[in-house]
């Protein structure tokens, strides 16, 4: 993938899933891995508040700070300046009202230069998502399994496997849908109820984490992919290479040559020629 491919726009995601492509995403936190996810073309990246467990080693997202997220998608802004970049409201920086949301959905676009935000929650959260989206601002919904409220979910959890939860899922993507979401998560949802709301979207497009292959498109947590994430891998992570063994390896072979005095080798530093060295010891005298 070239280092000058178009800056991916909200009509190129709609033209994609008009044409039955679909629209692959990932997390992403740090400057490389976006360089990284920059070169093989991936159309949207998520600065998720993953990252409080992924990278800041919490139990769950909910210390992440809008600080936090505004650094982490900053860095990933500069590695990737073509994707669409959508920035995590963190915790409490859209509950306590419209005004609040729109204050910190606006720091994404201003501080970070994101193209979009995404928040947690359904119906009870629609006019949320309709002040963002009215502000000017285009905005993702999550439905599903939402970690903020994993504490009354019952954890971490398929979510809608009956058929009254089920239908409230329903119930809450039309919300969002109308309260102007460009697309909608769908985390940990029964596949045939992801084909139900993709099937039912008419103005937003689904994205599937572990919901299933009939959503406009995929999402994985970048660390589950590669191995990097030690606590625990999620079953709906599919490992696409063991970066966690390459490097784990990488680092117990250090500590052996370090220790048995096998590195540094004379290619591994620098010298000084004999004529200055002989001359930096009279100077010493």
Same mark, same amino acid.
Not at 125 to 144: C, E, F, Q, S, W
Not at 239 to 267: C, H, M, R, T, W
């Given at each position: 993938?070239?280092?000058?491919?178009?800056?991916?726009?909200?009509?190129?995601?709609?033209?994609?899933?008009?044409?039955?492509?679909?629209?692959?995403?990932?997390?992403?936190?740090?400057?490389?891995?976006?360089?990284?996810?920059?070169?093989?073309?991936?159309?949207?990246?998520?600065?998720?508040?993953?990252?409080?467990?992924?990278?800041?080693?919490?139990?769950?997202?909910?210390?992440?700070?809008?600080?936090?997220?505004?650094?982490?998608?900053?860095?990933?802004?500069?590695?990737?300046?073509?994707?669409?970049?959508?920035?995590?409201?963190?915790?409490?920086?859209?509950?306590?009202?419209?005004?609040?949301? =729109?204050?910190?959905?606006? #720091?994404?676009?201003? +501080? !970070? @230069?994101?193209? /979009? $935000?995404? &928040? %947690?929650?359904?119906?009870?959260?629609?006019?949320?998502?309709?002040?963002?989206?009215?502000?000017?601002?285009?905005?993702?919904?999550?439905?599903?399994?939402?970690?903020?409220?994993?504490?009354?979910?019952?954890?971490?959890?398929?979510?809608?496997?009956?058929?009254?939860?089920?239908?409230? =899922?329903?119930?809450?993507? #039309?919300?969002?849908? +109308? !309260? @102007?979401?460009? /697309? $909608?998560? &769908? %985390?940990?949802?029964?596949?045939?109820?992801?084909?139900?709301?993709?099937?039912?979207?008419?103005?937003?497009?689904?994205?599937?984490?572990?919901?299933?292959?009939?959503?406009?498109?995929?999402?994985?947590?970048?660390?589950?992919?590669?191995?990097?994430?030690?606590?625990?891998?999620?079953?709906?992570?599919?490992?696409?290479?063991?970066?966690? +063994?390459?490097?784990?390896?990488?680092?117990?072979?250090?500590?052996?040559?370090?220790?048995?005095?096998?590195?540094?080798?004379?290619?591994?530093?620098?010298?000084?020629?004999?004529?200055?060295?002989?001359?930096?010891?009279?100077?010493?005298?």
């Amino acid at each position: 993938m070239s280092q000058t491919r178009k800056k991916v726009t909200l009509p190129y995601l709609f033209d994609k899933v008009a044409h039955g492509e679909p629209i692959t995403m990932l997390t992403c936190y740090d400057y490389p891995t976006a360089y990284f996810q920059e070169q093989a073309g991936i159309d949207m990246i998520l600065v998720g508040d993953s990252l409080g467990m992924t990278m800041l080693g919490y139990d769950s997202t909910l210390p992440v700070t809008m600080d936090d997220m505004i650094r982490h998608a900053q860095a990933v802004r500069r590695g990737s300046p073509n994707a669409w970049l959508i920035g995590d409201m963190p915790y409490m920086s859209y509950q306590p009202s419209v005004e609040t949301a =729109i204050r910190n959905a606006g #720091r994404f676009m201003a +501080e !970070a @230069g994101c193209d /979009a $935000i995404k &928040l %947690e929650g359904g119906a009870e959260m629609a006019d949320r998502m309709r002040g963002i989206v009215n502000a000017g601002i285009p905005a993702m919904g999550h439905l599903g399994l939402t970690p903020q409220s994993a504490s009354a979910l019952g954890g971490f959890r398929v979510q809608g496997r009956d058929a009254r939860r089920a239908k409230k =899922i329903l119930e809450d993507a #039309r919300a969002l849908e +109308e !309260a @102007g979401a460009y /697309a $909608i998560l &769908l %985390e940990m949802v029964p596949d045939r109820i992801c084909r139900l709301v993709s099937e039912r979207a008419k103005n937003c497009f689904i994205i599937s984490l572990g919901s299933g292959p009939d959503a406009h498109g995929q999402l994985l947590i970048y660390h589950d992919m590669f191995g990097l994430y030690p606590k625990f891998k999620p079953r709906m992570a599919k490992v696409f290479g063991n970066a966690g +063994e390459v490097i784990l390896n990488g680092l117990k072979q250090y500590v052996a040559e370090v220790s048995g005095k096998q590195f540094p080798q004379a290619d591994n530093y620098f010298s000084i020629s004999d004529e200055e060295y002989t001359e930096l010891l009279s100077l010493l005298d």
